[in-house]
């Protein structure tokens, strides 16, 4: 049961947009409409960002955004910000072990 | 507001056991799964098991290996992890999170600030 698909590294300038893919299966991502991201900064707990594919909890910017197509998630970060600069991880529901993480990526702002 | 808090963490020798705890508070915590989930040092988050509302249903991680047993106190609003023949790759802080749906296992919308295990002989 391997984990979900992220790329290693992501990075962007002020005020650029970026996007992270998030690659499962059809028994997680690609089957259920649960795919999650979460920011985490250094020592700190993650903080999710996105649920249900493309929901954002109160009080997270509306410069993050979630969507999918087929077995590929995304989170696509607008404006981006000095402080948008940590790890990201992506998870979702999966029919055998019941929940998956992605492998996360490290956003760089230059 | 909902608090997560973790305890019970600390060094321990190869083949040994830890009992980890999470206290819950300010929200209903029988009507939610909770989650276990680890962060070696300088890696990525690893789901390791959940357990639902009810304590009905449990999950592992394939590594667990029948090493780990998820449990849950609903009186006392505390969620367990009784981790035996430890390895030195579970070293990691473990955190506890909260599903963010009634009786579901799709996002964790609370999350304990983690609490250090630490295996080395």
């Known amino acids: 049961h391997s984990a979900l698909t992220q790329p290693a590294s992501v990075s962007g300038s002020p005020g650029q947009s970026i996007t992270i893919s998030c690659t499962g299966t059809?028994?997680?991502?690609?089957?259920?409409?649960?795919v999650s991201w979460y920011q985490q900064h250094p020592g700190e707990a993650p903080k999710l960002i996105i649920y249900?594919?493309?929901q954002r909890p109160s009080g997270i910017s509306n410069r993050f955004s979630g969507s999918k197509s087929g077995d590929t998630a995304s989170l696509a970060i607008s404006g981006l910000q000095a402080e948008d600069e940590a790890d990201y991880y992506c998870?979702?529901?999966?029919?055998?072990?019941?929940?998956?993480f992605g492998s996360g990526t490290k956003v760089t702002v230059l | 507001d909902v608090q997560l808090l973790e305890s019970g963490g600390g060094q321990v020798q190869p083949g040994g056991s830890l009992r980890l705890s999470c206290a819950a508070s300010?929200?209903?915590?029988?009507?939610?799964?909770m989650f276990w989930v680890r962060q070696a040092p300088g890696r990525g988050l690893e789901w390791v098991s959940l357990?639902?509302?009810?304590?009905?249903?449990?999950s592992y991680a394939d590594f667990v290996e029948g090493r780990f047993t998820i449990s849950r106190d609903n009186s006392k609003n505390t969620l367990y992890l009784q981790m035996n023949s430890l390895r030195a790759e579970d070293t990691a802080v473990y955190f506890c999170?909260?599903?963010?749906?009634?009786?579901?296992?799709?996002?964790?919308?609370?999350w304990g600030q983690g609490t250090l295990v630490t295996v080395s002989s």
């Open positions: 357990i639902s509302g009810s304590a009905g249903t449990t």
């Open positions: 999170a909260k599903d963010g749906r009634y009786n579901g296992y799709t996002y964790l919308d609370y």
């Open positions: 059809s028994s997680d991502v690609g089957g259920y409409n649960y």
């Open positions: 998870s979702s529901y999966r029919s055998s072990s019941l929940y998956v």
């Open positions: 300010g929200f209903s915590f029988s009507t939610h799964a």
């Open positions: 249900d594919v493309s």
